[in-house]
């Protein structure tokens, strides 16, 4: 079967693209805008609309495949691809991109794939944007799956040697600033990994002492005991903290992984994951500030985790942040890896090499990217899982839950 053709259709996400550093900088919350010019090159304000692309193959069968293209929220910091705007990238899919796959067959999900993700220009020596090659190759699994009859999450596991989950994927869910209302939510909707939290800035969220985060999760402990139906239910605590204690602690890495070990007494009995608690600002010494932070964790006994995120940005990255155990599990941001094919390949190594596997992303994606991660989580089997695209809890959470719980039905059938 072959594809006959490819189009696009520019879309919206569901969330913003944010300028993380003139957040960092101190722009202020103007209801859902920011007060405060943009630092970031490509920012017209330091928040605005999400973007996205629908890549779309229709097969010779009549059926269409199709992926979303989109970028993190926090595009253009941390090491990452410059701001996605659709307009911008329309062109570059319908005249580079498209004569890849138009009038050729299907074959592999992983030869597909490697057309767009691997390709290197000659001129410039530069690969495609991370969130076209993204959306191309979830396409890419679309189309292989609907020529063959087959689940994505079956294409994956027969080609990477896996075996789709018999049980769903723990889910992480987001609560933006919204934290106490969108909490309830979570806790009512018993979601597995809880609450994101978004604590990006020291003196409005996490306190010069950090006693504001403190209150936040001794909060939360209560909260969940007080509100839970059954007693059984034992969600782990997960907060960003965005670099932010590296700030209140001046990078003092036993005073952090101190700060932690408060925070985890606090959180108890459940378990505390810490993501991002310093930003270095370049990827080898977040790497060893890290490590770091773990070893003086480990020298104190405290059982608490923290995640690897910023600078951890590609394959390789997750790849040299578990060799050097920079951190107890990495967050895969799917989007910045470019082709999902990366995003499985970035599964399979945490899991072999110890390093806890967590398949994030950002809630600035789409319904279809989330759908197409909820099938890699099913076939790679991380220990986590994110809710998106949005931080309202309910829309990413029902989106993640109902396609694996389709996957479930399904497996054993087609």
Not at 369 to 381: F, G, L
Request: hydrophobic letters at 40%.
């Amino acid at each position: 079967m072959k594809v006959v053709k490819v189009l696009c259709a520019a879309g919206k996400t569901g969330f913003y693209f944010d300028d993380q550093r003139a957040i960092k900088k101190g722009a202020k919350n103007d209801g859902a805008f920011y007060i405060g010019e943009p630092v970031t090159e490509g920012f017209t304000g330091v928040r605005q609309a999400g973007e996205s692309i629908s890549v779309l193959f229709v097969l010779e069968n009549g059926a269409i495949a199709h992926g979303d293209c989109a970028a993190v929220q926090y595009s253009g910091a941390g090491g990452r691809d410059p701001l996605f705007l659709a307009e911008n990238f329309i062109p570059i899919i319908m005249e580079q991109i498209a004569p890849m796959y138009e009038g050729k067959e299907i074959v592999t999900f992983r030869e597909m794939a490697d057309r767009v993700d691997k390709f290197v220009c000659p001129e410039t020596g530069k690969r495609f944007h991370t969130a076209i090659r993204y959306g191309v190759t979830q396409a890419c699994l679309d189309a292989v799956a609907k020529s063959r009859g087959k689940l994505m999450a079956q294409i994956i596991a027969e080609e990477y040697d896996t075996r789709v989950s018999d049980h769903m994927i723990p889910i992480f869910t987001q609560s933006g600033d919204d934290r106490y209302l969108n909490a309830d939510k979570m806790i009512m909707k018993e979601a597995e990994v809880l609450p994101h939290a978004l604590f990006n800035h020291v003196e409005t969220k996490v306190g010069l002492k950090g006693e504001k985060l403190k209150d936040y999760v001794m909060w939360l402990s209560q909260r969940i005991k007080d509100k839970r139906v059954r007693p059984d239910y034992n969600p782990t605590i997960h907060i960003d903290v965005y670099g932010t204690l590296g700030v209140v602690f001046d990078n003092d890495y036993k005073k952090i992984a101190e700060y932690i070990g408060e925070l985890n007494e606090l959180a108890k009995p459940f378990k505390l994951r810490i993501e991002g608690p310093v930003d270095v600002e370049a990827r080898d010494p977040q790497i060893e500030a890290l490590k770091a932070i773990r070893q003086e964790m480990d020298k104190l006994g405290i059982d608490a985790e923290i995640v690897a995120d910023e600078w951890c940005n590609t394959l390789e990255d997750i790849v040299d942040f578990s060799k050097a155990k920079a951190g107890h599990m990495a967050q895969i941001k799917t989007p910045d890896l470019g082709g999902i094919n990366n995003s499985i390949e970035a599964v399979l190594y945490c899991k072999a090499h110890g390093m806890g596997a967590y398949l994030g992303g950002t809630c600035n994606e789409t319904n279809r990217s989330a759908e197409v991660c909820a099938h890699i989580a099913m076939a790679t089997q991380p220990t986590q899982t994110l809710a998106k695209p949005g931080m309202g809890v309910d829309e990413g959470y029902m989106i993640m839950y109902n396609e694996m719980s389709r996957i479930l039905a399904l497996k054993d059938v087609l």
